[in-house]
């Protein structure tokens, strides 16, 4: 039972345009969600995170935004650059229902490629 | 401020062995949570730890086990490897138990041959 679904495994993006990486979760007691990029043979590195009190959040080049009717989340880097390239996974934790925060569920990533 | 430290990076053991990962969270953190990343089953949650105290596990065999000490650093150990326990190991630290941001470590390559 895949919580949180990331369905597209690739994104190819030209540099100074706009990425969006989509997400959606299907556990109602998430509410607390992450975004993070990972580099093969590396830890995940946390870019932004959004809570479920909030619809957006903004730091720097990177926007999440989060539409819990529709239990979907996007991540959008504007303006996307060479370096953006990477695998991108969202994950989403909560503290109902015999769980919590540190727990985290991952999707299975997208893998963003920025083109010169 | 130094980040997740995990020890080693690289380890081959033979099936049937046993190991001991390390896992040294940020200063000031007190939780730390354990994943393994495989290609087919992708990033899942191990356990999460807290003040010496295990407060969730994920859907592992007892072969999988970790600890906590009074620093917070923490270990995980596994007990008659698998082949398919080969894997990226990785700990992650929170601050606390609220929801804060996890701070992952470079992660721990495991083969199991």
């Known amino acids: 039972d895949q919580q949180v679904k990331q369905n597209s495994p690739s994104l190819s993006v030209q540099e100074g345009r706009i990425s969006i990486l989509n997400c959606d979760y299907t556990?109602?007691?998430?509410?607390?969600f992450l975004w993070y990029k990972k580099y093969p043979a590396e830890g995940p590195t946390f870019l932004i995170s959004?809570?479920?009190?909030?619809d957006k959040n903004e730091d720097g080049r990177f926007t999440v935004f989060l539409n819990k009717s529709a239990k979907h989340l996007s991540l959008h880097i504007v303006p996307s650059q060479p370096g953006d390239s990477a695998v991108y996974f969202c994950?989403?934790?909560?503290?109902?229902?015999?769980?919590?925060?540190?727990?985290?569920?991952f999707g299975q990533g997208t893998i963003l490629t920025v083109h010169p | 401020k130094a980040g997740v430290t995990q020890t080693p990076r690289y380890l081959i053991k033979t099936r049937g062995q046993q190991v001991t990962l390390s896992c040294s969270p940020i200063?000031?953190?007190?939780?730390v949570s354990w994943y393994q990343q495989t290609p087919g089953q992708g990033l899942q949650f191990l356990f999460e730890?807290?003040?010496?105290?295990?407060?969730n596990k994920g859907n592992f065999p007892g072969r999988f086990s970790g600890r906590q000490f009074s620093n917070s650093r923490s270990e995980m150990n596994v007990s008659t490897l698998e082949l398919g326990d080969s894997a990226l190991y990785l700990c992650?630290?929170?601050?606390?138990?609220?929801?804060?941001?996890?701070?992952f470590g470079q992660g721990t390559r495991l083969t199991v041959v």
């Open positions: 200063s000031g953190h007190r939780s």
């Open positions: 730890y807290f003040s010496e105290t295990q407060r």
């Open positions: 992650a630290s929170r601050y606390g138990t609220g929801s804060t941001e996890a701070f």
């Open positions: 959004i809570s479920s009190i909030k």
């Open positions: 556990n109602s007691m998430f509410d607390y």
């Open positions: 994950a989403a934790s909560g503290n109902a229902g015999g769980t919590s925060y540190g727990k985290l569920t």
